[in-house]
Each structure stands twice: as C-alpha cells, then as structure tokens.
C-alpha cells in the first residue's frame, strides 16, 4: 500500500525521509516492501556471501539497492533484495551515495509470505524491459529458482541442477548448495506439515 496518494517524482522520492522499510517507486507511488521473514533474510544473507566472494574484482554485490530504471515509459525505483552489476557497466572507481543509476546483469527476487509467484514474475518481465539482464525469483517453499532471461523461456531449477549462464562466468552453484548453506533443506512449510498430518490421520 502506498504511504500517501501524492504523486512523488524520482527527485522528491529519494528526499522522503528514511523508513524502517525499503520504499519502492511504482507509477508515482512510494510502495513500502514487505517485511521479509527468517527463511527470507538467510537466503538473502546466505545468496550475497556466496555472490559476493565470486563476484570480487568482477563488480559489486549490494542488498536492498535501489535502481532507477523506467516502467512502462514511467520513473520506476525498484529495491532488488540483491543486485550484481559489473565493473564494466558501473566502473569499480563510482562511489556516490547514490541509487544504482543503471540496470544491472542481475536482480534477485526472494519470495516472502503474502507474496504470490505471479506479481513477482510480472515484475521480473518489468526488470527485463528496464535492461536488466537476468532476473532470479527464489521460492522458500518450493527451494527452487526461477531464471528469467529477455530472450527466452524463464528456466525453473531445484536441487543439484547447476546455474549456468555464461552472463556469470565461473559461478558454480545449484539451488541445493544455496538453501543447505543458509540451513533451509528440508524445512517444509506449515502447509506441507498440515497436509502430512492429514495423510497420516488417513
């Protein structure tokens, strides 16, 4: 929901005063983010170690970077719960205390609860339009990701299957690897628990 109905440029968004939640530029609108739960906040602790250690001397890793991008023809501020931008599209000498002033290889989605896949594949097309290269949406509950390129069919992965993408050179890493290091594998959800109970009733 948006703090007001006020219609924000990008220059006033950014001289809002900060709040306990990252705030989000939709179609003039300030949208706070949801509020990321525990699985949420050790994926995306767990995701920027492991992308930071590869990404060193390559470009940057950030959390919760805002990007000016467009949406639609509109000013659009998106907060990424990570973002990986290289050296060759943002020089490794910038350092302005500033947003991400352009689109990045790679913007990552973690699903919270109250968040359906479905708006969060909407907004991964509305990265990809901005010039974003790729755009990852992980899902606590399936412990999968979902890769979407411009170019082609978005790919769903789990376990052992390995990202490749010659876009990050080098990187080694599968789903599996991900949600063991941040101590999620096998962590079912309530709905799962719920309907394993019921199995077992039967």
């Given at each position: 929901?948006?703090?007001s109905t006020t219609?924000?440029t990008?220059?006033e ?11 989000e530029?939709v179609d003039?609108q300030?949208?706070p983010k949801?509020?990321p ?11 920027l170690?492991?992308?930071?250690a ?6 940057r ?5 805002a990007?000016?991008l ?9 907060v990424?719960d990570l973002t ?10 910038w ?8 689109a ?16 969060l594949?909407e ?6 339009q901005?010039?974003?290269s ?7 509950q399936?412990?999968?990701?979902t ?7 978005p ?5 052992t299957?390995?990202?490749a ?6 990187l080694?890493l ?5 949600f ?23």
């Amino acid at each position: 929901m948006a703090i007001s109905t006020t219609y924000w440029t990008v220059q006033e968004f950014f001289e809002l005063p900060e709040r306990d939640r990252p705030l989000e530029l939709v179609d003039g609108q300030a949208i706070p983010k949801m509020s990321p739960k525990f699985f949420h906040s050790r994926l995306q602790k767990t995701l920027l170690l492991i992308l930071d250690a590869w990404a060193e001397n390559r470009g940057r890793v950030e959390p919760e970077w805002a990007i000016v991008l467009q949406r639609n023809g509109v000013d659009w501020v998106p907060v990424p719960d990570l973002t990986y931008i290289s050296f060759e599209r943002l020089s490794a000498d910038w350092m302005l205390d500033e947003a991400c002033p352009v689109a990045p290889e790679l913007a990552i989605e973690i699903i919270s609860p109250g968040q359906s896949f479905g708006d969060l594949a909407e907004k991964a097309t509305d990265y990809l339009q901005a010039g974003v290269s790729r755009v990852w949406l992980i899902d606590t509950q399936a412990q999968s990701i979902t890769i979407f390129y411009p170019d082609t069919l978005p790919q769903t992965i789990k376990g052992t299957t390995a990202i490749a993408d010659d876009l990050l050179p080098e990187l080694k890493l599968t789903p599996q690897q991900i949600f063991q290091q941040a101590g999620l594998v096998d962590r079912a959800s309530p709905l799962k628990e719920e309907a394993r109970g019921q199995r077992a009733e039967g």
